[in-house]
């Protein structure tokens, strides 16, 4: 097993390919055999398509050679897909038991945008059941695990997403993200993942959980990858009557990652709510906004803005979700309640208990909190927070995880309520050892500002670069 071709970047590799000195078969292959070790210690994948892979990387290498065959930086690069993705002639569980034999006959609108850029699908990511969860502690296919502990959660709902990536099972992914499923399993498990504008990516084919607050979105172990992921899936799906025709960054977001302006406006939530955070989580956060003042090569001015009552926003975030997914799965509940999980059969049932003026309620708070949340926009450049208020929990039932089950997505839900493009990177570790991510918001749309911002970070710290030992 050649694990330092695993720990290659997509940039990296790419480079190496177009050079012609990395073949995209033993590129995959590496991976391949990685997985093979590691799988039954993380259980990272649902599905593993070995021969299909080898397959498409066979393919890719006479492409790659032909210089009117070759597609872009994604050509020949192994990725894996959280498994509510619906991928034509491989099944899609979203992780539960009602699609153990689901095969797709068509690819969700952005997977055949990553196969049209020549990327090789490894298989299907281990996930929360139906994304309803933050633990991916999965009844059906088995608990995933955190490759910086094993004994702990990589978080969700994308869990298989963010520990394939840190422990090099795959070089690039797609999570979503209607509470923080992005966001949460990118700082537990020290990689980078982008949530973009609500509308900016097509959902069609993507297995839904929240109508009003799903978001498709790219994760890796840089931002620049990221940024390569992000032009591959970017771009308007007329089918999907939640994709918007945006505005669009000229040249590509990897294009433009590198026109940072030389000021930037950042104002760091304060108050109680993000206050909670635990102490190691907070130490490593106020270290990060030092190292954004004084060291990352853009001056960023960061001022402290209280904001109150974000606590309730994200309790209203909570109603959107259960109800949404509840009535998603309104005629399973009715008919075959014991195929869903405990914790998930609670949640869809209390989505069912809610009433009407309950979701009413919530979807006015949506609004209060975009327009309160855009107009701060209008006076600071980014928002920052940390991505979660504890590091990844263990998965052993008690305090510790009833606690990450409630609160783990306390200050990344309400940005998927205002439906603004946040990232969480990699700033830090615990003297544990364990991950702590820092989140970044912008104004809709500006998802090339965000990336832009977090390169600047990511440039000066070498958080990124640390790889769990396994």
């Known amino acids: 097993m050649n694990t330092n071709l695993c720990d ?217 990858d990221v940024a390569l992921l992000m032009d591959a899936i970017n771009g308007y799906d007329p089918e999907d009557p939640g994709c918007v025709q945006a505005p669009q960054e000229s040249g590509g977001y990897q294009h433009g990652l590198y026109e940072v302006p030389l000021e930037l406006k950042v104002a760091v939530l304060r108050g109680e709510f993000f206050e909670s955070a635990a102490p190691e989580v907070q130490v490593v956060f106020e270290a990060a906004l030092k190292t954004l003042r004084e060291h990352a090569g853009v001056r960023f001015e960061i001022i402290d803005v209280p904001f109150p009552d974000m606590r309730e926003f994200w309790l209203e975030s909570r109603i959107t979700t259960s109800v949404d997914a509840a009535t998603y799965h309104e005629v399973r509940l009715k008919s075959e309640p014991e195929g869903f999980a405990p914790d998930v059969l609670d949640r869809m049932r209390g ?59 306390s200050f990344t839900a309400p940005f998927n309520m205002a439906g603004l493009p946040a990232i969480s990177i990699p700033c830090g570790f615990t003297p544990a050892g364990l991950p702590v991510g820092l989140q970044l918001v912008g104004k809709h749309w500006a998802e090339a500002d965000v990336l832009r911002a977090a390169l600047a970070y990511e440039t000066v710290t070498g958080w990124h670069t640390r790889r769990p030992v396994m």
């Open 351 to 409: 989505g069912l208990a809610f009433s009407g003026v309950d979701y009413a309620r919530a979807r006015r708070a949506q609004t209060i909190l975009t327009r309160r949340l855009t107009s701060l926009l209008d006076d600071y450049d980014l928002i920052v927070t940390p991505t979660t208020p504890m590091t990844a929990p263990t998965l052993e039932a008690g305090a510790e995880l009833d606690s990450a089950r409630l609160y783990l997505s």
């Open 8 to 224: 290659l970047t997509i940039s990296e590799a790419s480079n190496l390919i177009q050079q012609g000195s990395l073949s995209p078969v033993e590129l995959t292959r590496a991976h391949l055999e990685r997985i093979e070790q590691l799988q039954p210690r993380l259980n990272a994948y649902i599905t593993v398509v070995a021969e299909q892979a080898m397959e498409q990387a066979r393919v890719a290498e006479a492409e790659v050679r032909d210089p009117l065959e070759y597609r872009g930086p994604l050509h020949g690069i192994p990725i894996a897909l959280k498994d509510l993705y619906e991928t034509a002639g491989i099944r899609t569980t979203a992780g539960s038991s009602f699609l153990t034999d689901y095969i797709p006959t068509e690819d969700a609108f952005v997977v055949k945008r990553l196969k049209e850029a020549g990327a090789i699908l490894l298989g299907k990511l281990n996930m929360h059941e139906w994304a309803l969860g933050v633990i991916n502690d999965n009844a059906h296919y088995g608990a995933c695990r955190n490759p910086w502990d094993v004994t702990r959660s990589p978080g969700g709902s994308s869990g298989g997403s963010g520990a394939a990536l840190a422990a090099s099972l795959c070089m690039g992914s797609l999570g979503s993200d209607t509470r923080g499923s992005i966001r949460i399993p990118a700082a537990l498990c020290g990689v980078v993942g982008l949530k973009p504008t609500y509308g900016r990516v097509s959902l069609r084919g993507v297995i839904p959980l929240s109508w009003s607050l799903d978001h498709a979105g790219p994760m890796a172990r840089t931002v620049r």
